[in-house]
């Protein structure tokens, strides 16, 4: 059974940076195009990055793009988001997410302090 | 960018049919943007249903399928059950730097 286990959020003060990881098992995150989205308390789903399976590209949204960055660590079998300049809007459950939006964590929360 | 639009809140009755649909502001949902389905229920993460219009997944409910319906991607619940109720998001794939929006959902209800 492919499990995704989020890790690294937490209180974070607004102008601060974290690190969200990923953690696969049963599937390897070089051969799959991984994603990060999020959902703000009470609020629908939002993509926010896609690393694909080849490592070369990746795509951010437009609300991230610039602060936010998708990495992976193939040795670790593990995704990465790293966060920096949060703002109040990036409070949110960041789930990580494998191939065409199969598999999904179960979320870490992310919240962001003034 | 996209808009991706989706009725904000349906009602379908037990053992009914109901459909959901999923529309681009930028013109009509073709195979090319790749419509993904997905349900939520209340404190959990969400569950791929149906991708690339019309495919399921293996822990896909048959009761569940995809479409494309003038213009729209479209998902029918055929037989609802109770535990159906939930949050349904759509998907859609875009070209660009920015190449996925999510619907804003739908609030199912069974009742």
């Known amino acids: 059974e492919v499990q995704l286990l989020e890790s690294g959020g937490g209180l974070v003060q607004r102008g601060g940076s974290l690190r969200l990881s990923c953690a696969a098992s049963?599937?390897?995150?070089?051969?799959?195009?991984m994603n990060w989205v999020r959902q703000a308390p009470g609020k629908g789903l939002e993509w926010v990055a896609s690393?694909?399976?080849?490592?070369?590209?990746?795509n951010y949204a437009d609300s991230v793009r610039g602060r936010l960055t998708i990495s992976r660590d193939d040795s670790r079998n593990t995704l990465y988001l790293e966060m920096n300049v949060v703002r109040d809007d990036d409070t949110a459950v960041y789930y990580c997410?494998?191939?065409?939006?199969?598999?999904w964590g179960q979320g870490t929360l992310v919240a962001v302090s003034s | 960018q996209a808009v991706v639009t989706q009725e904000p809140s349906l009602t379908v009755s037990p053992g009914g049919t109901v459909t959901l649909t999923c529309g681009s502001t930028?013109?009509?949902?073709?195979?090319?943007?790749?419509p993904s389905w997905f349900q939520q229920k209340t404190g959990q993460a969400p569950r791929t249903l149906i991708y690339?219009?019309?495919k399921r997944h293996p822990w896909t409910p048959a009761r569940f399928s995809g479409s494309r319906l003038e213009g729209k991607a479209a998902l029918t619940l055929s037989g609802a059950q109770s535990e159906d109720e939930a949050e349904y998001y759509c998907?859609?794939?875009?070209?660009?730097?920015?190449?996925?929006?999510f619907g804003g959902g739908t609030k199912l209800t069974v009742l």
């Open positions: 690339d219009t019309t």
């Open positions: 998907l859609l794939s875009y070209s660009g730097v920015s190449p996925w929006v």
């Open positions: 690393l694909s399976g080849s490592g070369v590209t990746t």
């Open positions: 930028t013109g009509p949902v073709t195979n090319d943007h790749y």
């Open positions: 049963e599937i390897t995150v070089n051969r799959y195009a």
């Open positions: 997410v494998a191939g065409s939006f199969a598999y």
